[in-house]
């Protein structure tokens, strides 16, 4: 199998390196004209979300790219995700993404997080008044099964699930989850997540690989650690490029975002960036810290999660 591939369970194979298209502004043009660029780059894997406002503008720019003849259908991977309003009809969630992105099916569909809310709510930071109380996990999940049936997607999985809520969805699934999309760069390593998720045959994707510089919440701490420029001097390559290939190495793919044509190909080089067992061994050392917590789906009265301990079962 290609080293710049992973095989999912079911049997899909994924391309480790992935173009996220989440944009803050939902700039429809700049998100159309940034696909087209990756796709000539050779970029074949893209995420996006309901809630990322970019589901259009992708399905748009892949529409094109197929039928100016630059791309076959087979060739791109595409996921999208369940959001937390939608979790009481994930087929009507996922039929509505697929007549907005102009598809036929998804390659990967996900759970965005482990929590309910309210029919109709659109807005990622939900008020306390849009909560649903009960979870709805097992119901949810019966949804994502039947999409898969019905032939809307060729995978399901999950995304910002701890180590317990895998374990907890397994004892109910039919259908186990191939993916599970989380934070995951040298500054938040995932060690326990991974080695579950290894256990149970499902593929890591790790979002905001680089620690997210330019979101309000993300952070240049990594690619501006001194260990990382160190290591990615010793090899002729930029820190992002050690971060990216870092997560590669452990068998995850990795969903950067980035619009700009200079940095995508320099994102894409890191596939031929080798780490050696020195480069692994200082970066465990590193210390840790998570950046997306999730505060906004904590609270005391109408949440589940009374604590950001809870939503992630005190492994934060």
């Known amino acids: 199998m290609r080293s710049d591939v992973a095989r999912l369970r079911c049997g899909k194979t994924i391309p480790l390196l992935g173009m996220g298209t989440y944009c803050p502004k939902k700039d429809r043009e700049s998100t159309i004209s940034a696909v087209h660029q990756a796709i000539k780059i050779g970029y074949r894997h893209f995420d996006t979300a309901k809630i990322y406002g970019s589901e259009e503008a992708l399905g748009t720019a892949l529409g094109?790219?197929?039928?100016?003849?630059t791309v076959q259908r087979e060739d791109i991977f595409v996921t999208s995700k369940l959001w937390s309003s939608d979790h009481?009809?994930?087929i009507a969630a996922l039929t509505?993404?697929?007549?907005?992105?102009?598809?036929?099916?998804?390659?990967?569909?996900?759970?965005?997080?482990?929590?309910?809310?309210?029919p109709g709510v659109s807005e990622p930071i939900p008020k306390e008044e849009e909560f649903e109380k009960d979870l709805g996990i097992e119901e949810t999940w019966q949804g994502m099964e039947r999409c898969l049936e019905m032939g809307l997607c060729k995978s399901?999985?999950?995304s910002n699930f701890s180590s317990k809520?895998?374990?907890d969805l397994l004892d109910f699934a039919s259908v186990s989850p191939s993916v599970n999309q989380v934070e995951m760069h040298p500054l938040w390593r995932q060690n326990k997540l991974r080695k579950v998720c290894e256990e149970n045959k499902i593929h890591v994707s790790g979002y905001s690989p680089l620690g997210?510089?330019?979101?309000c919440w993300g952070s240049t701490a990594v690619i501006e650690h001194p260990v990382i420029k160190s290591i990615a001097l010793k090899h002729n390559a930029t820190p992002a490029q050690v971060a990216l290939r870092w997560g590669m190495s452990k068998g995850a793919s990795v969903i950067v975002k980035s619009f700009n044509g200079a940095r995508m190909?320099?994102?894409?080089?890191?596939?031929?960036?080798?780490?050696?067992?020195?480069?692994?061994?200082?970066?465990?050392?590193l210390e840790e810290w998570k950046l997306m917590r999730g505060d906004f789906l904590v609270n005391q009265t109408t949440s589940p999660y009374k604590s950001i301990e809870q939503l992630w079962d005190n492994e934060i």
């Open 165 to 167: 809520k895998i374990d």
């Open 88 to 90: 009481h009809d994930p």
């Open 265 to 285: 190909r320099e994102n894409k080089r890191a596939l031929e960036v080798n780490l050696d067992d020195q480069d692994l061994s200082l970066i465990d050392q």
């Open 212 to 215: 997210a510089p330019g979101n």
């Open 96 to 118: 509505q993404t697929l007549k907005t992105m102009g598809l036929e099916y998804l390659d990967n569909y996900l759970v965005h997080w482990p929590i309910k809310l309210k």
């Open 156 to 158: 399901i999985g999950v």
């Open 64 to 69: 094109q790219a197929i039928s100016y003849g």
